[in-house]
C-alpha cells in the first residue's frame, strides 16, 4: 500500500522558533506529494505541492526520494500557523492519500 | 461561487438507522472524494469517483455505499449506521489528476 507517515500527534514551538514537520511516504518512483493545512474553524486547503516547488505562507518543502521523505519548514513560526497539517500522496487510480496529521501549537 | 456544499452539518443517529450525507460542487470538476476524519487517523479515504458514473473503493468501504448521481453530486449512504462510524466526514472534489483538492465544510456523525 502506498502510505504516508506522519511521526508526530502534536508540535509545540514557541513563536520565532524553527518548524519542522515530518513526512515520510512508502517508496514509489515518482511521488506527487502535498501539504494541505486545517485552520481552526476553516476548511481543509491546500499548502503547497512538490512539483510546484514553491513558497507558501514561509513554508517549504522539499522531496527527499534517497529518505523518501517530503518535510514541511518554516524558519521562524508565528502564531497564526497554528493549525493542522496534513501530508498527502497521489495513490492508485489517482486518488489522494493522506497521513495522520500533525497539529502544529505556536505559543507567544 | 459556493465551491463544495455538504448536508447535513450535524447529525446523530441510533444505532442500526440508515442516512444519506450528501454532497454538490458547482466547479465543474471531475473527481470527488468522501473522507472521515478521526482523532490520530487523520483523513481516511471512504470513496472516490473520478468521474460521472464511476466509483471505486477507498482505504475504509465497507458499511458504506456511494452514488455518483451526476457531475455534481456524489452522496454517501450509511444503510445500517454503528457507534464505530462516529466520525467527522468530509466530501471534496479537484480537477481530474491536480491534487488539489476543495474540500466542503463537514458533517459531524454521531451514532449512538
Known amino acids: 500500500a502506498q502510505r504516508v507517515t506522519q511521526p508526530e500527534k502534536l508540535l509545540s514551538v514557541f513563536k520565532g522558533a524553527p518548524v519542522e514537520l515530518k513526512c515520510n511516504y512508502s517508496y514509489s518512483g515518482s511521488p506527487e506529494l502535498f501539504w494541505y493545512v486545517q485552520y481552526s474553524r476553516q476548511r481543509l486547503q491546500l499548502l503547497l505541492r512538490h512539483i510546484s516547488r514553491e513558497s507558501i505562507k514561509g513554508f517549504t518543502a522539499d522531496l527527499n526520494k534517497g529518505e523518501t521523505s517530503f518535510h514541511l519548514k518554516k524558519p521562524f513560526a508565528q502564531e497564526e500557523d497554528s493549525a493542522m497539517y496534513y501530508c498527502a500522496r497521489k495513490g492508485g487510480y489517482n486518488k489522494l492519500i493522506f497521513g495522520a496529521g500533525t497539529r502544529l501549537a505556536v505559543h507567544p | 461561487n459556493a465551491g463544495v456544499t455538504q448536508t447535513p452539518k450535524f447529525q446523530v443517529l441510533k444505532t442500526g438507522q440508515s442516512m444519506t450525507l450528501q454532497c454538490a460542487q458547482d466547479?465543474?470538476?471531475?473527481?470527488m472524494y468522501w473522507y472521515r476524519q478521526d482523532p490520530g487517523m487523520g483523513l481516511r479515504l471512504i470513496y472516490y469517483s473520478a468521474s460521472e458514473g464511476t466509483t471505486d473503493k477507498g482505504e475504509v468501504p465497507n458499511g458504506y455505499n456511494v452514488s455518483r448521481l451526476n457531475k455534481r453530486e456524489f452522496s454517501l449512504r450509511l444503510e445500517s449506521a454503528a457507534p464505530s462510524q462516529t466520525s467527522v466526514y468530509f466530501c471534496?472534489?479537484?480537477?481530474?489528476?491536480?491534487?488539489?483538492?476543495?474540500f466542503g465544510s463537514g458533517t459531524q456523525l454521531s451514532v449512538l
Open positions: 466547479m465543474n470538476h471531475n473527481s
Open positions: 471534496a472534489s479537484e480537477v481530474q489528476g491536480a491534487g488539489k483538492l476543495f
